[in-house]
T-cell receptor
Framework: GIQVEQSPPDLILQEGANSTLRCNFSDSVNNLQWFHQNPWGQLINLFYIPSGTKQNGRLSATTVATERYSLLYISSSQTTDSGVYFCAVVGSGTYKYIFGTGTRLKVLA | DTGVSQDPRHKITKRGQNVTFRCDPISEHNRLYWYRQTLGQGPEFLTYFQNEAQLEKSRLLSDRFSAERPKGSFSTLEIQRTEQGDSAMYLC?????????FGEGSRLTVL
C-alpha cells in the first residue's frame, strides 16, 4: 500500500518563527489533507489539497502531486500552533485515507 | 450542522468485556470511517462504509471487531472480549465529496 512519510518528526520553535513541514508519499494520490491534532486529541481540518496551493491566514499548503509531496507552511508561529500535524492521503482505487506519522510541533513563548 | 458526534467519549472496561461505540456522521455524508489511534502514533484505518455497505476493512482488524451502519446513517463499532492492547482512541470520520471530518473520538481503557 501507499506509504506516507512526514518530516521533521519533531520541531521546536520560538514564537514568531516560520516553519515548513513536509509530507512525502510513495504513489499517486487522489486526495490529500493536512490536520492539526489538538491536545485533547481532536483532528482539526487545515487543508484539503490534492494539488495546487491554498492559504488560510498564517497557514498555507502546496501539493505537487507529480513529484509526490506536499508542504505545510506556518508563518509567525504562536503557542496555540503547538500539537501534532498529520498529512493523510488517498491512493488510487480506494477511498481510505492513510496517515503519516506526524510532526510534533512545540512553540515556545 | 452539528459535526461528527461520538459516544461515549470515555470508556473504562475490564479485560474480557464487550464494548460498543456509536458515531453519528454529518448529515447527508455518505461515507463513514473508523480509525484507531494509540499514543504517539498516527490514526490507523480500520474500516469504512459507503452508505450502508462496508466497502473496506483493514486486515489488522481481528474477528473481535465488528462495525455496522444499518441504515446508512449512524454507525456502531463493537469490540468483543476486550484485551489490554485494545486500549486506544477510536476515531470516527465522515465525508461527502472527499474531505474528511473527524469527531472528538472515544477513548477506551481496558484494565
Amino acid at each position: 500500500g501507499i506509504q506516507v512519510e512526514q518530516s521533521p518528526p519533531d520541531l521546536i520553535l520560538q514564537e514568531g518563527a516560520n516553519s515548513t513541514l513536509r509530507c512525502n508519499f510513495s504513489d499517486s494520490v487522489n486526495n490529500l489533507q493536512w490536520f492539526h491534532q489538538n491536545p485533547w486529541g481532536q483532528l482539526i481540518n487545515l487543508f484539503y489539497i490534492p494539488s495546487g496551493t491554498k492559504q488560510n491566514g498564517r497557514l498555507s499548503a502546496t501539493t505537487v502531486a507529480t513529484e509526490r509531496y506536499s508542504l505545510l507552511y506556518i508563518s509567525s508561529s504562536q503557542t496555540t500552533d503547538s500539537g501534532v500535524y498529520f498529512c493523510a492521503v488517498v491512493g488510487s482505487g480506494t477511498y481510505k485515507y492513510i496517515f503519516g506519522t506526524g510532526t510534533r510541533l512545540k512553540v515556545l513563548a | 450542522d452539528t459535526g461528527v458526534s461520538q459516544d461515549p467519549r470515555h470508556k473504562i472496561t475490564k479485560r474480557g468485556q464487550n464494548v460498543t461505540f456509536r458515531c453519528d456522521p454529518i448529515s447527508e455524508h455518505n461515507r463513514l470511517y473508523w480509525y484507531r489511534q494509540t499514543l504517539g502514533q498516527g490514526p490507523e484505518f480500520l474500516t469504512y462504509f459507503q452508505n450502508e455497505a462496508q466497502l473496506e476493512k483493514s486486515r489488522l482488524l481481528s474477528d473481535r471487531f465488528s462495525a455496522e451502519r444499518p441504515k446508512g446513517s449512524f454507525s456502531t463499532l463493537e469490540i468483543q472480549r476486550t484485551e489490554q492492547g485494545d486500549s486506544a482512541m477510536y476515531l470516527c470520520a465522515s465525508s461527502l465529496y472527499g474531505e474528511l471530518f473527524f469527531g472528538e473520538g472515544s477513548r477506551l481503557t481496558v484494565l
